[in-house]
Every structure is written in C-alpha cells, then in structure tokens.
C-alpha cells in the first residue's frame, strides 16, 4: 500500500511520515500547490497512491478573519482539487472542532450539525463538504492539536515556565489535547482497516482546560502548578472566536470496530519527555 502525505513537513505530517517509513511519499510547498488543480493532478498521477492523507491546511485562525479569500483558497479549494485527482484513491482529509461553534454542552458527535463560527471554521467546513462528494472519503476532525514539531500550545507553555514567575490562562474554554503521533497513529489504523467513509473524531479522549493543561505540563515537568493562575477568555481578546467547547465524541469509531484514542493525560504524559529534549 502505497500513501501519499500531503502537508508532509507540518506537525501531523511529520509524524505521518515517520510512522509510515517507506510506505509512503510526502509533499509540501513548493513541491505541491495545492490552490493549483494541475500541480494536485500531476503529482498524483505521477504516484498513483493508494491512500491520499491531506493534513495541509490554512492554521492562522485570527489571520483568516481579514483573509477569509486566502483562507479559502488553502482550506476550501484545495482539499477540492485533491478530492478531484484523487479518484482511484482513499481519502483522508483532516478538518477542525472549529467547524462547531463551541456552543454545545455535551460532546459533539460526528453527525452534529456544524455551526463555525469563525473565518477559519467556514473554510474548513467549505473543504469538508467538497471532500465529501468523493466516494471514499474519510474526514477526520482534530482538535488542540500538539506535538514534538513545530509550534504549538504545549511548547510555548514550556518556554513560558522557563521565563515567567505565574502564568494566567483561559479556564473558560474546555477541549481534548491531542498528540499529533496519535493522531497519526489513528490515521493510519483508518487507512487500513475496513472502516465505511465518512466523519470520524480524532482527539484523544477526556477533556480538560487550557488552564488544566498547563497545570498538568507543570505538573510532569516538576514545576509548580500553582504558579498557574485561571482566567477567563475575555482577557485575551482575540480577532477570531475561540469555540468555548471543543469536545467531540468518538462513537464512530466503536461502529467501526476500532478503538478510540487514548485519555489525553496518558498521551501527554509520553510526549511531554520527547518535546522537552526537542526543546533542549
């Protein structure tokens, strides 16, 4: 089985490639444009894969609330190309919690009504709906997402302890931290199994506060949690909308006969080691 990972130098993507070995080819700009219908259609012609992940997307939420056109192009038409050339192959599209507004108040399941309320949320809803129109299509929403590469939440906590004496964050808005190596681990157990197309949730289960997961960070890393301090989204405003519910449910992939990810707390626990030495 032949994968093609599209996005391939991005958090996601590099643990993709990692895991996948020589199973699979990895693309990113300039080597692919993905706003370019002949550079999609060229380059998946050329491998012919079986499997096409496409984790490359338009991440700058606050950015696209004035360039919701340029946010379009990467995270609407886009996936649009690639499900155009990618025909004769399964695949796998990776979307955001931020397609919901974050006004629920139980986990949102896969068939829930998305509702973004957000620029960024709008593009990647536009991308799920023309990925979906392709027959083996399987969309796969994340959410919190960190890891051992690139920039994120969790490595920014970290230089902050380093730097700060306390640190005030958001208790207000709740979500599922989720290891980018987890994710792709499901990524790839959804590739290859018998699973049917369609939506599916991959964050690590549980939920906690951005609060509570810095708290958690502190707590692994041997510094002290109550140099921690709650408050509430308000005092950080920002251009773009953060959802204050980001849970999803992950009954689809009991319906599938697969497991769920596992708690976010385990996961962190196992990464926390890999980022801090990355750091280093």
């Known amino acids: 089985m032949t994968w093609l990972v599209i996005g391939s130098r991005g958090q996601l993507g590099t643990d993709l490639m990692d895991l996948l070995g020589d ?19 060229d380059a998946v012609y050329d491998l012919n894969p079986d499997v096409i992940v496409n984790c490359a997307a338009y991440t700058a939420v606050d950015a696209a609330e004035s360039d919701e056109a340029r946010a ?3 995270n609407g ?27 629920a108040t ?16 709008r593009t990647k809803l536009r991308g799920e709906q023309a990925v979906s129109r392709h027959p083996e299509a399987y969309i796969v929403r994340t959410a919190w997402l960190y890891g051992v590469h690139g920039q994120n939440f969790v490595k920014t906590m970290l230089g902050l302890e380093q730097t700060k004496e306390t640190l005030s964050v958001v208790d ?73 519910y980001s849970v999803l449910s992950h009954d689809r992939w009991a319906d599938s006969s697969l497991p769920e990810m596992r708690p976010w707390d385990q996961a962190l626990e196992q990464a926390l080691p890999l980022i801090v030495a990355e750091m280093a």
């Open 77 to 103: 038409l886009g996936p649009a190309n690639i499900a155009e050339a990618a025909s004769q192959a399964r695949l796998i599209h990776v979307s955001t919690d931020y397609v919901f507004d974050g006004s």
């Open 23 to 41: 199973g699979a080819v990895g693309l990113d700009v300039p080597d692919i444009d993905i706003t370019d219908v002949d550079s999609v259609s």
């Open 172 to 244: 207000d808005q709740v979500g599922q931290p989720t290891w980018s190596r987890d994710l792709a681990r499901q990524i790839i157990l959804l590739g290859e199994s018998d699973a049917q197309p369609g939506i599916y949730h991959g964050t690590n289960s549980g939920q906690t506060s951005w609060y509570g997961l810095t708290r958690r960070i502190f707590e692994l890393i041997g510094a002290d949690p109550g140099r921690v301090l709650p408050t509430t989204t308000d005092q950080f405003p920002r251009p773009a909308p953060r959802p204050p």
């Open 106 to 121: 139980s986990p949102y399941a896969e068939s829930a009504e998305p509702a973004p309320a957000s620029a960024y949320g």
């Open 72 to 74: 379009d192009m990467v």
